[in-house]
């Protein structure tokens, strides 16, 4: 079929890219680096130094290419590769900060924007690799630049691992002590997905391929746009508006992919229809909750407003892409939020209500600044309350908290950058030292009589 | 490779004329144009074969960019694809 030029439809694209910041989040290529193992880590290093150099050589010029034939800003070009406990698993070393070096001097070589792997699963238990692992995370975070690290500590199947929330309470506290800066490159997740193009908690799972390209779409400020004119209109109305809105998007998104996979002769994996925002004006996904009526993000409505954004994402990207994965859904990560972060120095978001809006967003706590003195035990309380709900919600969630060394609340720590500044929230009042002192695993959930 | 290439500017005389002997002189075939004014915006919008273009595709964008400022045009150029890709199912 020959194209004939339609100007609404050219100009409508034109104006979503130049004004309403449509991007594409991300291009990232998962790597296996399962072939790398060896006793010795210094071998293992090089072996998963030149993997990544190889494999990724040209998916940076690739993707700049990509950008400027179509226009298109692709804001990312990431790297995800097999969760470093496995690989690891055979090396005789007690510290894995080298791996993790390994993967920074790889993340620069090749020009990326972030690595992401430095990562072990843990939610029925750990390994003797998984503990080394999660022991090196403070050095291997802060003597970095580029790695992200995500360690799962619960799944539906395998129930809450409390050693793995306890230890990471203790982990994200020395982290913070040497940098904050660490821990903005931290997830605790539960429930971890194997193909999340998106940082800090992308990692290439063991069911993956050898190589394979997702891309994580974006464009809060389309849908925000698009929402504007429906004003006093019926939720029907909007969600279809969100619907078309993201069927859109994911259009592109798709495009991006396949033109980068075949390019790089790399397997296309999923496309991750996400709502990311920015800390640029109009880049907000709280703002897309307040044009649906509600007058600050975190207010009663709130829960409601963003379940039914996530879910009219998800239903209008489906249609949109052959293969959807990843996190897919709205995120809400405060400091990387314009209207977030304005809502939480107002006073009117606070912490209870994010973990409320996490049973329906596509993740969890994120990018939350706390105070500088929180307990460790406060931090594994937190991570435990974000677990129960992605276990028994049967969904992704995850923590991302940084306890912004020597401030309190009502001060702000600014990271830079995509990941903008987030203002201190306060936390409730009280111990919970004995509750995750016990340890042990919290059984997997009942799948039926759901009540 | 086919391609969209549109230009914005607040309008003036000869606009049209500038931009196609640019592309003229890229062995650039137009196979579709259309124009409107919004308020007192031009907006062009082509649909362009670049078949016997020799420039490679980053170069042509730069060189259109260029000539573009020196008239105070936004000219872009992109490849049709992306449109078709969003819009038509």
């Known amino acids: ?451 | 490779m086919k391609a969209i290439v549109s230009v914005f500017a607040k309008d003036s005389k000869g606009i049209t004329a500038y931009v196609t002997s640019l592309l003229a002189q890229q062995e650039i075939n137009i196979l579709d144009i259309s124009q409107t004014l919004m308020q007192e915006y031009f907006a062009m919008i082509m649909l362009v074969d670049l078949a016997d273009c020799t420039l490679p595709f980053n170069e042509l964008a730069e060189l259109l960019k260029a000539k573009g400022a020196e008239r105070s045009l936004d000219i872009h150029i992109q490849r049709q694809d992306i449109f078709e890709a969003m819009h038509r199912i």
């Open chain 1, 1 to 451: 079929m020959s194209y004939l030029i339609n100007s609404s439809e050219i100009l409508q694209t034109i104006e979503m890219i130049d004004q309403q910041h449509l991007d594409v989040r991300t291009v990232t290529m998962g790597i296996s680096l399962l072939d790398c193992a060896d006793r010795d880590i210094t071998v293992c290093c090089d072996r998963i130094y030149e993997k990544i150099c190889r494999k990724a050589e040209k998916l940076v010029s690739t993707g700049e290419q990509i950008e400027r034939e179509f226009g298109i800003p692709i804001v990312n070009k990431r790297v995800s590769v097999t969760p470093i406990s496995l690989v690891a698993a055979s090396c005789e070393a007690e510290d894995y900060t080298p791996l993790a070096k390994t993967l920074d001097r790889a993340a620069k070589t090749l020009g990326i924007n972030f690595i992401g792997g430095f990562s072990a699963l843990a939610h029925k238990g750990f390994t003797e690799s998984d503990k080394r692992l999660i022991c090196s995370i403070p050095r291997a975070l802060t003597e970095t630049d580029l790695v992200c690290s995500s360690v799962n500590v619960a799944s539906t199947r395998a129930g809450i691992n409390m050693d793995a929330v306890a230890l990471m309470g203790r982990i994200i506290r020395q982290t913070a002590d040497i940098d904050p800066m660490g821990c903005a490159k931290l997830v605790v997740f539960s429930n971890a997905v194997e193909d999340n193009p998106f940082m800090a908690g992308a990692f290439h799972g063991v069911g993956e391929p050898e190589c394979v390209i997702n891309v994580g779409v974006s464009g809060p400020g389309v849908v925000a746009h698009a929402l504007k004119s429906c004003k006093g209109q019926p939720f029907d109305v909007v969600a279809e508006t969100i619907k078309r809105t993201a069927f859109k998007i994911t259009r592109m998104g798709q495009l991006v992919a396949q033109e980068a996979s075949r390019r790089l002769d790399v397997p296309f994996g999923v496309v991750d229809l996400s709502l990311a925002p920015t800390p640029a004006r109009g880049d907000s996904v709280a703002e897309i909750l307040e044009i649906m009526g509600l007058e600050t993000c975190g207010i009663h409505g709130t829960t409601a407003a963003l379940a039914l954004l996530n879910d009219a994402v998800k239903k209008g990207g489906v249609m949109a892409s052959s293969h959807v994965g990843g996190l897919s859904g709205a995120f809400i990560p405060v400091s990387e939020d314009a209207g977030m972060i304005a809502a939480a120095e107002e006073g009117v978001l606070c912490l209870d209500k994010l973990e409320a809006m996490t049973c329906v967003c596509s993740v969890g706590l994120d990018m939350i600044a706390v105070p500088g003195d929180t307990g460790a035990e406060t931090i594994s309380a937190i991570i435990a309350d974000e677990a129960a709900i992605g276990m028994v919600n049967n969904k992704t969630t995850a923590v991302r908290l940084i306890p912004a060394k020597g401030k309190q609340v009502g001060e702000r720590i600014d990271f830079g950058g995509l990941l903008g500044s987030a203002p201190i929230m306060p936390l409730h009042e009280g111990s919970a030292a004995e509750f995750i002192a016990r340890g042990g695993r919290i059984p997997a959930p009942l799948q039926s009589l759901k009540n």
